[in-house]
């Protein structure tokens, strides 16, 4: 009996797989966007507790260009990346909030996995795939990249960086991250001022 207790003590205690993380993480946002007067910024709070923004912006980054930032550097591009991917993420959760989601597949290799999922909105069918980590077996999976219509959020980011970065160099895209979250974040207060949920984002990239 002390076997089958302790068993189940330690089954209790046991991390949620990939597949449960992705499923109660969009149940919570859907309750979220659904509740009267939600804005962006309240759904940012649900969305950060599985999206593991500050990872997606070092995966974006490259561990090449990372590796050379000072550790100031990386703290000022991690926080400007998270209010930037907080404002934006939620801006098209609250877009999404009547979509129906099917689960499909889990696939785990060691602490990278990937959760598929089909998005029906309206008439369209769109598949979105979430691709998570964890720091150790023991360790919560967190979601670092969302991949619609094959489309990854961390290589479109990716992209951009890189161009920017050969154009005006690191302290040039900082500037630009900063200008577009702080766009982002005018639009949500306006928003919140009005009451109102803020209108979906067509795109999440850092714009021109």
């Not at 907080?86 to 499909?104: D, L, N, T």
């Not at 959760?115 to 670092?144: C, F, G, H, M």
Request: charged share 25%; hydrophobic share 40%.
């Amino acid at each position: 009996m002390i076997a089958s207790l302790l068993a189940a003590t330690l089954l209790a205690a046991a991390p949620a797989g990939p597949l449960t993380v992705v499923k109660s993480g969009n149940a919570d946002v859907q309750k979220a966007a659904n509740a009267p007067g939600a804005t962006a910024a309240s759904l940012a709070t649900v969305v950060e507790k599985f999206v593991d923004f500050g990872e997606l912006a070092k995966r974006a980054l490259g561990d090449k260009t990372w590796a050379t930032l000072t550790p100031a550097q990386q703290k000022e591009f991690t926080d400007t990346m998270t209010g930037l991917l907080r404002a934006s993420y939620a801006q098209k959760a609250i877009g999404q909030a009547q979509a129906e989601v099917k689960y499909g597949k889990e696939a785990v290799q060691g602490n990278e996995a990937t959760v598929n999922t089909t998005l029906t909105l309206k008439k369209d069918q769109i598949p979105v795939d979430y691709r998570l980590y964890r720091t150790s077996a023991k360790s919560e999976w967190r979601i670092y990249d969302v991949v619609t219509d094959e489309v990854s959020l961390v290589d479109t980011y990716k992209g951009q960086f890189r161009k920017l970065l050969g154009d005006k160099g690191f302290d040039g895209l900082l500037t630009t991250l900063k200008s577009k979250r702080a766009q982002l974040e005018k639009e949500n207060a306006a928003q919140s001022a009005k009451g109102g949920a803020a209108a979906p984002a067509p795109a999440q990239g850092t714009g021109g």
